[in-house]
């Protein structure tokens, strides 16, 4: 059996951890909407037609925030024509996902289905085939309080108080040349720099996402960064970051060492950012919103058939990823990632949350289930709140394609202000286990309380409607604590939940 140590240390700390690295996402695409959240006729459906069955899971997952409306959707999308009478909202041709959009769903019952389901709404707006005015109308539209030509017309469609959005995004991906409105590093700069000063003007309170590259692998990557920085440093808060990964070859090692790249990528935007701010003799800092992340690349043969099939209908079932247990260690090591840069990164996005590539699947008219990736984000969203712990680590390494000295034991810890430690631990090992030697005599008398254990001996099994617990967590013996040390076995190929309370 492998061997591997951790030290903690209560004051060792990375930062406190902003509850928003537990965000989602919820874009106009595929059934997301239309199947996922909002199917009216639905045996659970409430009285706005919102699935209960899928606010019960979502709850369970306890997520703070969520992105709407998009996404690539919102780079064509008229915020206008999903407010007022829903009988008078224009059905639209929506160029992101060859799909029709009839707003049926928009910014009213959405805020509602967030509020059911305990969370803040981040709301993307347009910069891509529109510009800064209708920016600042969305943000008078929502959060102005009254006798405004925008705030009146909220209240005349029935909200009388605003709705306080705190967070915006200015556009999505615009580095991207499937992106509507695509533009250059300077152009995007410009256009963010002047949304964001009128957005503010509307309402100083808010806080301002601008599109960083969409993803580590653009060619623009970096220059993209300090370009569009150059123009908009000073008026905006964050700079998003959107990663995927997939393992088309079955290179489950590599596959499991892609949060390297992931960790590289949040401090390449990190330094960006202080390089900037240097440049700029700033007093500013701008933080990371990881505002996509995920596995994706399961359903990407299955769209093109149905682009083929039924382009331009409602509600497509685009980017049905089914999740296998592979994929539940990698998400659990982006959370892992997250929690280590907690410091920098302060809003996060799992992308997404229902149906499209997402943690809960439904099926129209009949169940809800959990995908396998599910369990990670549920664990640490419930147990890794407070602090993160900078943990010293001793693992053994593996080499891979990619990468070299990848640590078979990826850990990350955690300790929650009514004093619990968390450590949470991705043994990659294909087939040994690993004795970890915990050593957590800085915190005085602790004991363990809890051994969460997710594994199956099959990296490719999923859970479906009707199998919906193949992958699941189970609880384990916890081990004895001796002098604040104690040795847990983590399984070869497993995700592990170890909780500590203070004991007496
Ligand atoms: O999350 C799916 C899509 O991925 C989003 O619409 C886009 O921003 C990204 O490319």
């Not at 459906?45 to 703070?64: H, Y």
């Not at 695509?182 to 720099?193: D, F, H, L, S, V």
């Not at 030697?437 to 969460?452: A, N, P, T, V, Y």
Request: charged share 25%.
């Amino acid at each position: 059996m492998k061997q591997a140590k951790m030290i903690l240390d209560k004051d060792y700390q990375i930062s406190r951890i902003d509850n928003r690295i537990y965000g989602s996402f919820i874009e106009h695409l595929g059934r997301a909407v239309y199947g996922g959240i909002y199917e009216p006729g639905h045996p659970t459906a409430d009285e706005l037609g919102f699935r209960t069955d899928v606010i019960s899971a979502v709850k369970k997952l306890g997520v703070p925030i969520v992105r709407y409306p998009g996404g690539n959707f919102v780079s064509g999308f008229h915020w206008e024509d999903s407010v007022g009478p829903v009988e008078q909202r224009p059905k639209r041709l929506d160029l992101a996902w060859f799909t029709t959009e009839t707003n049926e769903v928009g910014l009213h019952e959405f805020a509602k289905w967030a509020e059911k389901a305990g969370s803040d709404l981040m709301y993307a707006i347009n910069l891509g085939t529109r510009g800064p005015e209708q920016a600042r109308d969305v943000v008078e539209y929502a959060n102005h309080k009254s006798g405004s030509k925008f705030s009146d017309l909220r209240i005349s469609n029935g909200k009388k108080d605003p709705f306080g959005i705190k967070v915006w995004c200015l556009g999505n991906e615009m580095d991207g040349p499937w992106q509507m409105g695509q533009k250059t590093a300077y152009e995007y700069g410009r256009t963010a720099n002047e949304a964001a000063k009128m957005m503010k003007w509307v309402d100083p309170s808010i806080e301002l996402v601008a599109c960083g590259s969409s993803s580590s692998e653009m060619p623009g990557f970096g220059s993209w960064e300090l370009e569009m920085l150059n123009e908009c440093y000073e008026n905006i808060d964050y700079v998003s970051l959107h990663r995927y990964y997939g393992n088309p070859t079955g290179d489950t090692p590599g596959f499991l060492a892609r949060t390297m790249d992931m960790d590289d990528f949040i401090r390449t935007v990190t330094s960006i950012c202080d390089a900037v701010k240097g440049k700029k003799h700033s007093k500013k800092q701008i933080n990371l919103s990881f505002d996509e992340w995920n596995v994706w690349y399961h359903s990407n043969e299955q769209d093109k058939e149905i682009w083929k099939r039924e382009k331009w209908d409602r509600a497509l079932p685009l980017l049905e990823d089914i999740y296998n247990f592979e994929d539940a260690l990698l998400v659990g090591s982006m959370l892992l990632t997250l929690l280590r840069n907690a410091d920098r990164v302060k809003i996060a996005c799992l992308a997404q949350l229902v149906n499209v590539i997402a943690p809960i699947m439904t099926r129209n008219g009949g169940g809800c289930w959990a995908q396998t990736t599910y369990y990670p984000f549920l664990h640490a969203s419930r147990y890794g709140r407070g602090t993160a712990l900078k943990a010293i680590v001793q693992s053994p390494v593996y080499d891979c394609r990619d990468y070299e000295g990848v640590p078979t034991i990826d850990t990350a810890a955690t300790m929650e202000d009514d004093g619990h430690v968390t450590v949470f631990c991705v043994n990659r090992d294909m087939t040994e286990d690993c004795l970890l030697d915990l050593d957590l005599r800085s915190f005085g008398g602790m004991e363990m309380e809890e051994h969460i254990v997710l594994h199956h001996d099959d990296v490719k099994a999923v859970n479906t409607e009707d199998c919906p617990d193949r992958v699941a967590p189970v609880t384990v013996q916890p081990s004895g604590t001796d002098n604040g040390r104690v040795q847990v076995r983590l399984p070869a190929l497993s995700w592990n939940v170890l909780r500590f309370r203070p004991a007496g």
